[in-house]
Antibody, heavy 117, light 105 residues
Framework: EVQLVESGGGLVQSGGSLRLSCAASGFTFDNYWMAWVRQAPGKGLEWVANIKQDGSQKNYVDSVKGRFTISRDNTKNSLYLQMNSLGADDTAVYYC??????????WGQGTMVTVSS | EIVLTQSPGTLSLSPGERATLSCRASQSVSSTYLAWYQQKAGQVPRLLIYGASSRATGIPDRFSGSGSGTDFTLTISRLEPEDFAVYYCQQNGGSFGGGTKVEIK
C-alpha cells in the first residue's frame, strides 16, 4: 500500500524550532518529487516547499524562505522539514505529499504544529 | 508569483444539480500545470484533476476539468451527496486557490 506518514508535530514556543518527518512506503521514493503543504485551522491549503528526486532542486513559498529547509534521505525513504524561527502564522496541519505531473497524488494524514506566544 | 482566485467562495446546490467552479490565474498557466483537489471536512485533500482535464485514478466521470491560459473550470455534472466538500485549484505544484465550498442547498 502506498503510504505517507508524518511525525514530529507538536506545541512549540514562538521563535522555536521543530523538525517534521515523513516516512514513505509502498513506492519507489527516489522516483518522485516530494512536497510539504500546510493548512491553518479553518483555512485553505498553502504549498510550503518541494524537492526534486535527488534533492538537487528545492523551492519554497516566500513566507518560509530562510526559515524552513526541506530535505530528503532516499536511503531511508524519508522527507523532512526543518522549521526555525516559528511564529503564530506557522500554526497549521502539515501534510507530506507525493509529486505527480506537477501536482500531488498521495497525501499523508498530516501532523499538527502549534506555535504559542 | 502566480495568484489563483477561485469563485464563487460558496456554491449552494441540491443533489443532482450541476456545479461549475472557476479558477482564475493572475498570469497565464500552462494547462499541463493546473490541478483540482477535493477536501471533505476532517479529511485529507484528494487529487481529482491534473493537466487541467485529466481525471486522476478512481475519479468518477461526473468530474471534468477544462480551460486554458488564465481561466479554468471544474464541472461536476450531477452532484452526489458525497460531492459536497471544498474544492481547490493549484498551479505547477505550487500555489493553491482559496477554495470553493460546495454546500447542500
Amino acid at each position: 500500500e502506498v503510504q505517507l506518514v508524518e511525525s514530529g508535530g507538536g506545541l512549540v514556543q514562538s521563535g522555536g524550532s521543530l523538525r517534521l518527518s515523513c516516512a514513505a512506503s509502498g513506492f519507489t521514493f527516489d522516483n518522485y518529487w516530494m512536497a510539504w503543504v500546510r493548512q491553518a485551522p479553518g483555512k485553505g491549503l498553502e504549498w510550503v516547499a518541494n524537492i526534486k528526486q535527488d534533492g538537487s532542486q528545492k523551492n519554497y513559498v516566500d513566507s518560509v524562505k530562510g526559515r524552513f529547509t526541506i530535505s530528503r534521505d532516499n536511503t531511508k525513504n524519508s522527507l523532512y522539514l526543518q522549521m526555525n524561527s516559528l511564529g503564530a502564522d506557522d500554526t497549521a496541519v502539515y501534510y507530506c505529499a507525493r509529486g505527480f505531473n506537477h501536482c500531488y497524488d498521495i497525501w499523508g494524514q498530516g501532523t499538527m504544529v502549534t506555535v504559542s506566544s | 508569483e502566480i495568484v489563483l482566485t477561485q469563485s464563487p467562495g460558496t456554491l449552494s446546490l441540491s443533489p443532482g444539480e450541476r456545479a461549475t467552479l472557476s479558477c482564475r490565474a493572475s498570469q497565464s498557466v500552462s494547462s499541463t500545470y493546473l490541478a483540482w483537489y477535493q477536501q471533505k471536512a476532517g479529511q485529507v485533500p484528494r487529487l481529482l484533476i491534473y493537466g487541467a482535464s485529466s481525471r486522476a485514478t478512481g475519479i468518477p466521470d461526473r468530474f471534468s476539468g477544462s480551460g486554458s491560459g488564465t481561466d479554468f473550470t471544474l464541472t461536476i455534472s450531477r452532484l452526489e451527496p458525497e460531492d459536497f466538500a471544498v474544492y481547490y485549484c493549484q498551479q505547477n505544484g505550487g500555489s493553491f486557490g482559496g477554495g470553493t465550498k460546495v454546500e447542500i442547498k
